[in-house]
């Protein structure tokens, strides 16, 4: 079954305890992103990458990092979380060319996040 | 800056209307745009792709058009049901840099 998979799909953390969320697809996508969502603000790209070794800065990228070392996995990494980045975060990949017929978006299940 | 826009942020609408959900977008260099649903605590699900190039896409009883010109999409739902209650959105994914920017969504209600 194509999927993409994120873990943990919970997690309450502390302020400054540097913590992964992972984030998995089987479908061979070339391009993959991370959002977080806010109540209000909608759905905001953190991250995005176009392929193995290749990311990019979304919109709202500080305090995040990521990395692309292999083409399934896209995780991301918080050094030192703030209550801030409490907020519910989504992995999500497709394939490129954004031009093709067979381009679309799948999404994770989500990873509800809380900082103290 | 890309921005999009979605209205109504919300709408109730009886069961068996007809309706149209609304997206528009600033900056008209996009590759696509995709519609999505958005069940409560859930993911994402993606209803249609509309590749910049075309006007229209239909998926049951689902139809998304694109005027790239005018910055403006529309979702049309036939014969609503309350399954159909849920928080649709709307993405863009830019030419220039590669980025994907939403919509805030629509949340919508069909009353039984």
């Known amino acids: 079954e194509a999927q993409v998979t994120q873990n943990p799909r919970y997690l309450i953390t502390v302020t400054g305890k540097k913590l992964t969320v992972t984030c998995s697809q089987n479908?061979?996508?070339?391009?993959m992103s991370w959002y977080r969502q806010d109540p209000g603000l909608g759905l905001r790209q953190i991250y995005y990458?176009?392929?193995?070794?290749?990311?990019d800065k979304g919109d709202v990228p500080e305090g995040y990092k990521v990395s692309r070392k292999e083409k399934r996995n896209f995780p991301l990494i918080l050094e030192s979380p703030s209550p801030n980045q409490t907020s519910l975060y989504f992995c999500?990949?497709?394939?490129?060319?954004?031009?093709?017929?067979?381009?679309?978006?799948?999404f994770g299940p989500g990873t509800r996040l809380t900082v103290t | 800056k890309q921005e999009v826009t979605q209205i109504p942020a919300a709408l109730s609408v009886p069961e068996g209307e007809n309706l149209v959900l609304n997206c528009s977008f600033t900056?008209?260099?996009?590759?696509?745009l995709q519609w999505f649903r958005q069940d409560p605590g859930k993911g994402l699900t993606s209803l249609l792709l509309?590749?910049?190039?075309?006007r229209e896409q239909t998926s049951g009883r689902l139809n998304a058009s694109l005027d790239k010109s005018s910055g403006r999409s529309t979702l049309y739902i036939a014969a609503s049901q309350p399954g159909d209650s849920a928080t649709y959105l709307c993405a863009v994914h830019m030419n220039r840099d590669d980025k994907i920017i939403f919509g805030k969504g629509t949340r919508l209600h069909i009353l039984p």
């Open positions: 900056d008209s260099a996009i590759y696509n």
């Open positions: 509309i590749q910049s190039s075309q």
């Open positions: 479908m061979n996508h070339e391009y």
């Open positions: 999500a990949s497709s394939r490129i060319p954004p031009t093709s017929t067979s381009y679309e978006q799948y």
């Open positions: 990458s176009m392929n193995v070794e290749v990311t």
